[in-house]
Every structure is written in structure tokens, then in C-alpha cells.
């Protein structure tokens, strides 16, 4: 488990991995979407979190937190897609792992009138960096690739923490400090 925790700390500090917006998406379709959220680590970070949150929450959190995160990224992406930028989007989306990943590790229980909206917003940012980077228009196979990527991410983030949670509360609060701190880490590259 350490050599897990190391390596996932070095990858964090490699900024060359940080951010999945280098463009080249341009006129490619499911496949282009499918790679776009696994190709940064500032997305796949945020997304996994997303499903460790909900797990360490439970309840109607672990359909209703990824559900919120996927359709404000659709719409974000539609957004991009468009050509609009949204002011910060960087910024809020590092932000997002840094606070999705401190949620997971609080364990917060924000009611879902809180919670949803918060995710929400960060899954709009997201989606507005894959808008901008795909093709123009946002291209309906590209927006269903990156679409079901992040489903896939947030899944992963579930099934690891309710894995984690068997053996304690603690294993999935930190994995959900990893996340806040490869945040911290991609906010200082």
C-alpha cells in the first residue's frame, strides 16, 4: 500500500501529467472523448474523487454525486463545444481536486441540496475544458466518450472506497487526502 501511496504522490508532481488540456482533439470523435479524461491527472483526480466521496457518504450520494458531476459536464461541455470559455476553469478544476479529495477525507455529510451543486459546478468547469478541446461544435461522439470515461472514473473512485471502507473509514479518508494532495501538488506546477 505504501509503494501505491509513493508512486501515486510522484505522479502527481510530474506536471507533464497535470493537465489534459494540450489540445489536439480537433475533428475526432468517441475515441478522442473517451481518452480526454484519462489523459491528465487533473481530471482523473478529481473524477475518482468524486466516487470516493460518495462512498464515504453512502445512501442516495453514491448515484445522485456522480449523476450531478456527469450531466453539469455534458452541459459544460456543450458550453465548450460552443466555443465559450468559462472565466477561472483551470483554476476551478484544480480547485476541485483539492476539494473533492478534502470532502472524501472529512468524510463530509453535506445534505444533497448542498453537495450537488458544489459538484455540479466542478463538473461543468470540466466538462467546458473537454468542450474547448474537442472538435468543433463538441461532436456527439466525443461528448458520449468523455462522458462514459467519467462515469468510468467515478465508478473506479466507488469501488475503491467501499472497498477501502470494509477495512476501515480511515483507508478511504485517505485515499481521499492522496486526492486533495496531488491537488495541492498540481496547484503548485
Do not use: C, K, Q
Not at 466542478?122 to 474547448?132: E, V
Not at 461532436?139 to 472506497?161: P, V
Amino acid at each position: 500500500m505504501m509503494r501505491r501511496l509513493i508512486l501515486a504522490a510522484a505522479a502527481a508532481a510530474a506536471p507533464t501529467l497535470a493537465f489534459a488540456h494540450a489540445g489536439g482533439h480537433e475533428g475526432l470523435g468517441f475515441f478522442a472523448g473517451l481518452a480526454h479524461p484519462v489523459s491528465g491527472l487533473d481530471h482523473m483526480a478529481a473524477m475518482v474523487a468524486v466516487g470516493l466521496w460518495a462512498a464515504t457518504v453512502g445512501g442516495r450520494a453514491l448515484w445522485a454525486y456522480p449523476a450531478a458531476f456527469v450531466a453539469a459536464m455534458v452541459a459544460g461541455g456543450a458550453l465548450g463545444g460552443l466555443g465559450l470559455s468559462l472565466w477561472g476553469v483551470e483554476h476551478v478544476i484544480v480547485g476541485s481536486v483539492i476539494l473533492l479529495g478534502a470532502l472524501s477525507a472529512l468524510a463530509a455529510r453535506a445534505p444533497l441540496a448542498a453537495a450537488l451543486p458544489l459538484i455540479a459546478l466542478f463538473g461543468l468547469a470540466h466538462g467546458a475544458a473537454h468542450g474547448l478541446e474537442g472538435p468543433a461544435g463538441g461532436g456527439l461522439g466525443y461528448t458520449a466518450g468523455f462522458a462514459l470515461a467519467t462515469a468510468g472514473l467515478h465508478a473506479a473512485g466507488l469501488a475503491l472506497g467501499l472497498g477501502l471502507m470494509r477495512g476501515g473509514a480511515w483507508a478511504a479518508r485517505g485515499a481521499g487526502a492522496l486526492a486533495a494532495l496531488t491537488g495541492v501538488l498540481l496547484a503548485a506546477s
